[in-house]
């Protein structure tokens, strides 16, 4: 294991427990290890700071795992997974008969950078972006069957471009679809070709939200992807429900989750734009509307545009809620913070003309959990808005 040395100061900013240690930290006259190799930080007198997969070429050049003088092995993640298991059921996640499908690892949120572990009823998926954790993907596995034993019978692995030693494949048994229950509804999950690992967690507590409020009530969801928020709506008695997105695939799959729920007569689907659909003059205004698009911004030099994308596309939406409706708003964009988030939106209710309270921020799920020593996790913003005329 390869020891790197701290410059002298530095190991201050990792006692604020920032998992996150940066090129310009390290001494630069020392032996640089391997791609995704475990390392150990010490300061400049040599004491242990912390441990952690070190990334080549990267500005974080260390993603720490413990701060404590520990190994990083299968008993690490048997413990880190046997932890995250307990949080869970402390928030009312795990235990839930009605839900069988929930994020198990989230990063720096579960003091794992680079590794987030999802699980489908019996599928656990095990998404890496760090070249560390590709390295170690063996005993994570190993751990998550320790932890699980026969309720999990299929482990499936997916990588980001280039950091994945492994080819995405599966560890463990050969399925790819699966029928999930969150809150009671039912949706498809193809682990295999569907976007992150399979489905959007995070949004599990919003679409709640959302249903609590449908009954008797229109609603347009946009972005749909493959019907979350439409499904709780029509779960939820809501008198009419159209679906919105380009992509026809995600359509056929929303598809497939009307039928699996019993779901006809009131919804519609519209494989569009969702920028030209809104509008459009022939589209009538509803009582609750969702904007909840991919991340139009996945790097600071792309915010600007994103920023002028999120404004016209939520101006439009506003724009097609009936006076005492809701839209509900969302941005997954990491580097759009809540603040910028927050002033793009106000610039948009502006633009619109409308007169609009704020009724609620919204965020990701208690399974999506954020590390307060690094606020960095905090990822998906959300406001429901109440427009008044």
């Given at each position: 294991?390869t020891?790197?040395?701290?410059?002298?100061?530095?190991?201050?900013?990792?006692?604020?427990?920032?998992?996150?240690?940066?090129?310009?930290?390290l001494?630069?006259?020392?032996?640089l290890?391997?791609?995704?190799e475990?390392?150990t930080l010490?300061?400049?007198k040599?004491?242990f700071?912390?441990?952690?997969?070190?990334?080549?070429?990267?500005?974080i050049a260390v993603?720490?795992?413990?701060?404590?003088d520990?190994?990083?092995?299968r008993?690490?993640?048997?413990?880190?997974?046997a932890?995250?298991?307990?949080?869970?059921?402390?928030?009312?996640?795990i235990?839930?008969?009605?839900t069988n499908?929930?994020?198990?690892?989230h990063g720096?949120?579960?003091?794992v950078?680079?590794?987030?572990v999802d699980?489908?009823?019996?599928?656990?998926?095990?998404?890496?972006?760090?070249?560390?954790m590709?390295?170690?993907?063996?005993?994570?596995?190993?751990?998550?069957?320790?932890n699980?034993?026969?309720?999990i019978?299929?482990?499936y692995?997916?990588?980001?471009?280039?950091t994945?030693?492994?080819?995405n494949g599966?560890?463990?048994?050969?399925?790819?679809e699966?029928?999930v229950?969150?809150?009671?509804?039912?949706?498809?999950?193809?682990?295999?070709?569907g976007?992150k690992?399979?489905?959007?967690?995070?949004?599990r507590?919003?679409?709640?939200?959302?249903?609590?409020?449908s009954?008797?009530?229109?609603?347009?969801?946009?972005?749909?992807?493959?019907?979350?928020?439409?499904?709780?709506?029509?779960?939820n008695?809501?008198?009419?429900?159209?679906?919105?997105?380009?992509?026809?695939?995600?359509?056929?799959?929303?598809?497939?989750?009307?039928?699996?729920?019993?779901?006809?007569?009131?919804?519609?689907?519209?494989?569009?734009?969702?920028?030209?659909?809104?509008?459009s003059?022939?589209?009538?205004?509803?009582?609750?509307?969702?904007?909840?698009?991919?991340?139009?911004?996945?790097?600071l030099?792309?915010?600007?545009?994103?920023?002028?994308?999120?404004k016209r596309v939520?101006?439009?939406?506003?724009?097609?809620?009936?006076?005492?409706g809701?839209l509900?708003?969302?941005?997954?964009?990491?580097?759009?913070?809540?603040?910028?988030?927050h002033?793009?939106i106000?610039?948009?209710c502006?633009?619109?003309?409308?007169?609009?309270?704020i009724?609620?921020?919204l965020?990701?799920?208690?399974?999506?959990?954020?590390n307060?020593?690094?606020?960095?996790?905090?990822?998906l913003?959300?406001?429901?808005l109440y427009v008044?005329?």
């Open positions: 294991m020891t790197l040395k701290l410059l002298p100061g530095k190991e201050k900013s990792v006692q604020r427990r920032h998992p996150w240690i940066f090129s310009g930290a001494q630069t006259k020392q032996v290890p391997e791609d995704g475990v390392v010490t300061d400049h040599g004491n700071v912390a441990r952690g997969h070190y990334q080549a070429g990267s500005s993603r720490v795992l413990s701060f404590e520990i190994p990083i092995d008993q690490f993640y048997n413990q880190i997974i932890k995250a298991l307990v949080y869970r059921k402390s928030v009312g996640i235990g839930n008969k009605d499908a929930y994020r198990l690892l720096e949120g579960d003091g950078p680079g590794l987030i699980i489908y009823h019996d599928i656990a998926v095990i998404q890496v972006h760090s070249s560390g590709s390295r170690q993907i063996e005993f994570i596995a190993g751990a998550i069957q320790s699980f034993g026969d309720t019978n299929t482990v692995f997916r990588s980001e471009e280039g994945g030693a492994k080819p599966f560890l463990m048994g050969i399925k790819d699966v029928v229950l969150e809150n009671g509804v039912k949706f498809k999950v193809n682990v295999v070709t976007q690992t399979g489905f959007f967690l995070d949004q507590e919003n679409r709640a939200l959302l249903g609590s409020l009954e008797n009530k229109s609603v347009l969801n946009c972005f749909c992807y493959t019907g979350g928020f439409s499904m709780y709506a029509l779960a008695k809501a008198s009419d429900v159209h679906s919105v997105d380009i992509s026809q695939k995600a359509m056929d799959l929303l598809e497939e989750n009307l039928a699996i729920n019993g779901f006809s007569g009131n919804h519609s689907s519209h494989c569009a734009n969702v920028l030209s659909f809104l509008n003059d022939d589209i009538p205004a509803f009582d609750i509307v969702i904007v909840d698009p991919p991340a139009f911004a996945k790097s030099n792309k915010r600007h545009n994103a920023i002028q994308a999120y939520n101006e439009a939406a506003l724009k097609k809620v009936k006076p005492g809701f509900f708003t969302f941005s997954c964009s990491q580097v759009v913070g809540t603040q910028l988030f002033d793009t106000m610039a948009a502006i633009e619109s003309g409308r007169k609009v309270r009724v609620k921020h965020s990701q799920g208690a399974d999506h959990p954020v307060i020593y690094h606020p960095e996790g905090h990822y913003k959300g406001l429901m008044e005329d």
